[in-house]
């Protein structure tokens, strides 16, 4: 895992979560189950596991399209998205049922065309959670200051501007798209 930037560094630290004790989770004496005490983290949380899981579905769709086209190189990039996307919505998924949640099943229909529609489109999403999305997560976690919700979504957010580049790099490339004998 790469180091945060300064930018990132600056923006954890100016962060008020490091400034303050962490809430402990309180019990529910009559229910023994622990209180949920983020109820926001908790929706952005969701909706984070949910975009992951999306993509990480989009992204299995293209690697058997791609082989199908005979771009074994473009395959290659999208299946180790696709488990970079699980690897984000597992930890997602960690953190919803730590705090006393569970998470929906996500049923979504899946998008897929042919390689080069597929990786413009990649391109297009992963430049979205970067812009939007990501900072718009966090704008919102930042108000419960849930220390490992921020660290995780800085992360992800991090691994998806990899992910925007090394797609860029691909779709320019032409040259990189090999092809099965
Ligand atoms: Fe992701
Ligand atoms: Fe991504």
Excluded at 14 to 34: C, G, K, M, T, V
Excluded at 66 to 71: H, I, P, Q
Excluded at 87 to 96: F, G, L, M
Excluded at 148 to 175: D, L, T
Aim: charged letters at 30%; a positive charge; aromatic letters at 12%.
């Amino acid at each position: 895992m790469d180091k945060f930037s300064r930018r990132e560094f600056i923006y954890l630290s100016a962060s008020s979560f490091l400034l303050f004790p962490h809430r402990a989770y309180a019990i529910d004496a009559e229910q023994n189950q622990p209180k949920i005490d983020y109820p926001n983290t908790i929706l952005v949380l969701k909706k984070a596991f949910k975009s992951e899981m999306t993509a990480h579905k989009h992204y299995l769709g293209y690697v058997e399209k791609a082989l199908t086209e005979k771009f074994p190189n473009i395959a290659y990039m999208f299946h180790a998205f696709s488990i970079s996307e699980k690897v984000h919505a597992d930890n997602y998924k960690r953190i919803i049922n730590k705090l006393g949640s569970k998470t929906d099943s996500i049923m979504q229909l899946i998008d897929v065309r042919d390689t080069k529609s597929n990786l413009i489109t990649s391109t297009k999403n992963e430049l979205k959670k970067i812009k939007t999305i990501y900072p718009n997560f966090l704008h919102k976690l930042e108000i419960e200051e849930c220390e490992e919700a921020i660290i995780n979504c800085m992360y992800s957010w991090k691994s998806h501007r990899q992910h925007e580049e090394k797609v860029k790099e691909m779709g320019s490339s032409p040259e990189s798209v090999g092809e099965y004998d």
